[in-house]
């Protein structure tokens, strides 16, 4: 499994879902998987929360990745967010990206339910049994209301040959030194757009970030300046991006997002599904400012 882990790292944005007249649009989602590509990720990450997973039925849910690992036809290493809040779901999302033969599941905690640790352990072993394939937790309590302890960390790391790291979308960078202390080839990927370069500074493999959407190459570039060790590339490429990181959460994500993929003519249209609605014209202003001032538009 060695040379497959070895490919997973750098930027792998999680995609957008785009909608057309209330369904998934397929063909703007092929249009932005192809400029992912072009534009230097080293990864996708299909399904993920910028995706609006919770507003996707299982089927579409399983239709998307299907359609994904089809059009990246092995350009770039994908990676599947095969998560819910329900056992059944999951086992039916996971089941279906594993025989797709994704190159990594991201399985984010189960939110709403407030599990104790001994559950959340339950849960990703019976979700990952009988499958030969890398996994990571996905790793946001701000959205599950349930955080991961070390000592979950390490009972799945003992119990489970193919846990192999994260996405850690938390302000807690003592955590992922914990973690990168103690297992040393633990992929950490970085959740929070303004803990990229700080993450990757003390041992973070890449980077999970929903701002890949409007500008992938500055965050390959940043991953592979960390990896030379050119810490002061990184980190100007990191401060180049904070008034765009910023404007990512002005509204719950992606409604930032999606506007200004629609203003920069990577989508059609900022659709989203209910009870997630696009921005407001107040918040337009807002943006269309961020985006000038950053020269997107």
Same mark, same amino acid.
């Given at each position: 499994m060695s040379n497959q882990l070895d490919k997973i790292k750098g930027s792998i944005p999680p995609l957008i879902t785009p909608f057309k007249n209330g369904e998934v649009d397929f063909e703007s989602y092929q249009r932005n998987l192809d400029f992912q590509i072009k534009d230097g990720s080293h990864g996708i990450l299909v399904n993920g929360t910028t995706a609006e997973p919770a507003t996707l039925?299982?089927?579409?849910?399983?239709?998307?990745?299907?359609?994904?690992?089809?059009?990246?036809?092995g350009r770039v290493p994908v990676i599947a967010a095969s998560g819910s809040q329900s056992l059944k779901e999951t086992q039916a999302l996971t089941k279906h990206a594993a025989n797709l033969k994704v190159?990594?599941? !991201?399985? /984010? *905690?189960?939110?709403?339910?407030?599990?104790?640790?001994?559950?959340? &352990?339950?849960?990703? !072993?019976? /979700? *990952?049994e009988n499958i030969d394939i890398p996994w990571m937790i996905?790793? &946001?309590?701000?959205?599950?209301? /349930?955080?991961?302890?070390?000592?979950?960390?390490?009972?799945?790391k003992s119990k489970s040959p193919n846990f192999?790291?994260?996405k850690h979308a938390v302000n807690d960078l003592g955590f992922v030194t914990e973690c990168l202390n103690e297992f040393p080839d633990f992929k950490i990927f970085v959740g929070l757009e303004s803990l990229s370069f700080p993450m990757m500074a003390i041992g973070a493999v890449g980077l999970m970030n929903a701002v890949g959407n409007l500008r992938p190459r500055p965050l390959s570039d940043m991953c592979e300046a960390v990896w030379r060790n050119d810490l002061n590339a990184a980190k100007k490429i990191h401060n180049q991006l904070f008034m765009v990181n910023e404007a990512v959460f002005y509204d719950t994500n992606p409604i930032p997002m999606k506007y200004m993929m629609k203003r920069m003519g990577l989508i059609k249209e900022n659709e989203h599904r209910l009870p997630m609605v696009p921005a407001d014209k107040a918040l337009e202003l807002r943006l269309d400012k961020i985006l000038d001032q950053a020269k997107l538009i």
């Open positions: 039925s299982v089927e579409e849910r399983n239709d998307i990745m299907s359609f994904a690992v089809e059009k990246t036809a190159d990594a599941l !991201l399985i /984010v *905690t189960p939110y709403y339910i407030k599990p104790p640790q001994r559950g959340l &352990i339950e849960y990703y !072993l019976k /979700v *990952t996905y790793h &946001i309590p701000g959205r599950t209301a /349930v955080s991961v302890t070390m000592d979950t960390v390490r009972t799945l192999i790291g994260m």
